[in-house]
């Protein structure tokens, strides 16, 4: 396995649901972050999580850490058909600057 | 906003020819990165700079890749002999130092390699 696994690989709600992805990883991480992709676009970063906090929310996001289980989970609450896209968890290892090694992603359809 | 900027945003070569993906990153980012997605697939590190050097290359960012900053403001990533399996998204990113490791991803640039 690869760092950076995401499951479900896609994931088809209604909006005004809940949805939950999760990301785990294999090796000792500084951060963890996700980003959101939209067909065909570039990244859209949400959110980072170092590895020393356990929960971090913004706005319709709450993003959690565990790092004994080397895991973490997105939550985007009261989801709506604009959330509609791809979601990838990256891990990076080292400083300021080095690498992010990405996950699978995450398919999210969010049903109008 | 700043943002990260892409040109072209699609380009089409013959295998064997030479290709120039060229960015313009963030103007305070001190760290360049190349990034690419193959259809389908995850988005894959190539290669980060910083202070006109390498600091952090892939193993796929073999002898056909170079990236150069000719002036203050370009990144450029150069393949200098394509081949069919170079067709992929190419991702720009940046980002400033200081303890802030959010990298901030340009639009990408879709090249298509026959």
């Known amino acids: 396995s690869q760092q950076g696994e995401e499951d479900p690989q896609a994931l088809s709600i209604q909006e005004g649901e809940n949805a939950t992805m999760n990301c785990s990883y294999k090796?000792?991480?500084?951060?963890l972050q996700w980003y959101r992709q939209n067909s065909g676009r570039g990244l859209v970063h949400l959110i980072l999580?170092?590895?020393?906090?356990r929960e971090k929310h913004s706005g319709r996001l709450r993003v959690t850490l565990d790092t004994s289980k080397k895991s973490s989970s997105l939550l985007i609450t009261a989801s709506r058909a604009a959330d509609t896209a791809s979601y990838f968890c990256a891990t990076q290892t080292g400083a300021s600057g080095s690498r992010l090694t990405f996950g699978e992603g995450t398919q999210l359809t969010v049903n109008p | 906003e700043p943002e990260v900027t892409q040109t072209p945003s699609h380009q089409v070569t013959q295998m064997g020819q030479e290709v120039i993906l060229r960015c313009v990153p963030i103007s305070n980012h001190l760290y360049f990165y190349w990034y690419r997605q193959i259809l389908g697939q995850k988005v894959e590190f190539l290669v980060s700079?910083?202070?006109?050097?390498?600091?952090?290359k892939s193993e796929i960012f073999d002898d056909q890749f170079s990236v150069e900053r000719p002036d203050g403001s370009n990144f450029t990533l150069k393949i200098r002999s394509t081949k069919l399996e170079d067709s992929a998204m190419y991702f720009c990113?940046?980002?400033?130092?200081?303890?802030?490791?959010?990298?901030?991803f340009g639009p990408g640039t879709r090249l298509t390699v026959t």
């Open positions: 090796t000792s991480i500084n951060n």
């Open positions: 999580i170092r590895s020393n906090e």
């Open positions: 700079f910083y202070n006109n050097e390498i600091s952090e």
């Open positions: 990113a940046s980002s400033w130092t200081g303890g802030v490791y959010e990298q901030y």
